[in-house]
């Protein structure tokens, strides 16, 4: 009964290989969002989507993109991977796209980039 | 604009003693919410803690109270008879309405016995 699930929990690629990240939630949300963890633990908002509309699209190289198929899910698709890619990719969804609905996280994605 | 700075990298206290998680924010709106996270070695994020901005009370969940003093621009996390499950990073974020989240840099708080 995970609330925020991604899958895979870890990804360990080549540079320059695609691979995606998948999430769903189950919560009945309207809005998810994909954060970005770097190696000194800094959260940063890459993309948000409500209701399958893209509504936040932060300064992110164009080799990211999201997609959402519907409103519980939200994936992650990067081209060309580099180095400086390396992070713990996070998945949230709220209820809705307002300042104060608590955003519930998934466990995560451990990208590593060889 | 938003921030969120957090100014105690580590903190350390022991096992049933209370412990104050300082968060100093700036925002451009005057309708925001204030959020804590705790993220644990295993490295999940977990929801702590709501403070609206309109809120007069400050915010309390078990043995968590944000001690909000809007003047100050201040979101202080309280957690009362700290646990030695408590051991984590804390985040204290801001939002305001059309935004995510923003996060502070994060306090680690270890708890000893």
């Known amino acids: 009964d995970t609330a925020v699930s991604q899958t895979p929990k870890y990804l360990v690629t080549q540079m320059g290989n695609d691979k995606s990240i998948k999430c769903e939630q189950n919560l009945g949300h309207d809005t998810m969002y994909w954060y970005k963890q770097d190696s000194k633990k800094f959260l940063k908002i890459m993309f948000s989507?409500?209701?399958?509309?893209?509504?936040i699209n932060e300064t992110v190289p164009n080799r990211f993109s999201p997609k959402s198929p519907d409103k519980a899910h939200l994936n992650l698709h990067i081209n060309s991977l580099e180095l400086g890619d390396s992070a713990v990719y996070f998945c949230?969804?709220?209820?809705?796209?307002?300042?104060?609905?608590?955003?519930?996280f998934g466990d995560g994605t451990r990208l590593s980039i060889l | 604009a938003q921030k969120i700075t957090q100014t105690q990298p580590g903190m350390f206290v022991q096992e049933k003693e209370a412990v104050t998680l300082d968060c100093t924010y700036d925002?451009?709106?005057?309708?925001?919410?204030l959020f804590w996270y705790k993220q644990p070695s295993s490295g999940e994020m977990i929801f702590l803690i709501y403070?609206?901005?309109?809120?007069?009370q400050n915010a309390t969940e078990g043995r968590y109270s944000l001690n909000f003093q809007k003047a100050r621009k201040s979101a202080n996390l309280v957690i009362s008879a700290s646990q030695l499950g408590d051991s984590a990073m804390y985040f204290c974020?801001?939002?305001?309405?059309?935004?995510?989240?923003?996060f502070g840099k994060g306090t680690t708080l270890s708890v000893s016995s």
């Open positions: 974020a801001s939002r305001q309405a059309g935004t995510a989240l923003i």
């Open positions: 403070q609206g901005s309109y809120d007069e």
């Open positions: 989507y409500n209701n399958k509309e893209l509504i």
């Open positions: 949230a969804s709220s209820q809705r796209h307002e300042r104060n609905q608590p955003q519930h």
């Open positions: 925002t451009s709106d005057q309708s925001y919410g």
